[in-house]
């Protein structure tokens, strides 16, 4: 599991509002790599030579496609849509 930061409500550092979001991050072993998965979020995707380096790229993957998603204006999906 993963705890990836959004915006809307709360009170974060220096009066900002925003929304935590935790999302089911699958990691698979490949060909001696790791793919990280967001199912939530299809097509987020990340890659890494350890596990830990691909939680932390498919944090910034998740990131990206959360402020994508802001600025198009389109609903944040839930951890439970892709259940």
Do not use: F, H
Request: proline fraction near 6%; include cysteine; aromatic fraction near 8%.
């Amino acid at each position: 599991m993963a705890r990836i930061p959004g915006g809307g409500s709360g009170i974060a550092w220096g009066g900002n509002a925003v929304n935590t979001y935790t999302y089911t991050i699958m990691v698979v072993k490949e060909n001696g790599n790791y793919r990280a998965l967001c199912p939530a979020l299809p097509g987020c995707a990340a890659y890494g030579n350890t596990r830990e380096e691909a939680l932390q790229n498919i944090e910034i993957s998740v990131l990206c496609r959360l402020e994508l998603l802001k600025k198009k204006g389109e609903p944040i999906p839930e951890d439970k849509d892709w259940m």
